[in-house]
């Protein structure tokens, strides 16, 4: 699985075992895609709320691996990584274009 990440986000992937490593990692270091399982968001709220509150500028997709079939999941993935990458492109130009007009 970790292969598709890479292949398709053609960045550096980072995994997580659990909402609390995903809280730590989200602490460390800015993201612009994270994947949450709807299963551990539905079944543990308060690490939950601590990973919502930590994503930054990362834009959040939510899977249920449960019910979706990995072809299915995997081709529905795709297009939400390559808008995560253009999302933080246009904020980084923003950015940066904001500072030289104000400085």
Same mark, same amino acid.
């Given at each position: 699985? $970790? $292969?598709? +990440?890479? /292949?398709?986000? /053609? #960045?550096?992937?980072?995994? *997580?075992e659990n909402l609390? @490593?995903? %809280? *730590?990692r989200l602490r460390e270091q800015s993201y612009s895609t %994270?994947?949450?399982? @709807? +299963? =551990?968001l539905e079944n543990e709220?308060?690490?939950?709320? @601590? %990973?919502l509150e930590h994503l930054g500028t990362a834009f959040p997709v939510y899977v #249920?691996?449960?019910?979706?079939?990995?072809s299915d999941w995997f081709a529905r993935f795709a297009p939400h990584c390559t808008a995560a990458n253009a999302r933080k492109? /246009? =904020?980084?130009?923003?950015?940066? #274009?904001? +500072?030289?007009v104000n400085v």
């Amino acid at each position: 699985m $970790r $292969r598709y +990440f890479k /292949r398709v986000h /053609r #960045n550096e992937t980072h995994w *997580a075992e659990n909402l609390s @490593q995903a %809280v *730590a990692r989200l602490r460390e270091q800015s993201y612009s895609t %994270v994947v949450i399982d @709807q +299963f =551990l968001l539905e079944n543990e709220p308060a690490e939950s709320d @601590q %990973v919502l509150e930590h994503l930054g500028t990362a834009f959040p997709v939510y899977v #249920n691996f449960g019910v979706s079939a990995w072809s299915d999941w995997f081709a529905r993935f795709a297009p939400h990584c390559t808008a995560a990458n253009a999302r933080k492109r /246009r =904020l980084a130009a923003r950015s940066s #274009n904001s +500072f030289a007009v104000n400085v």
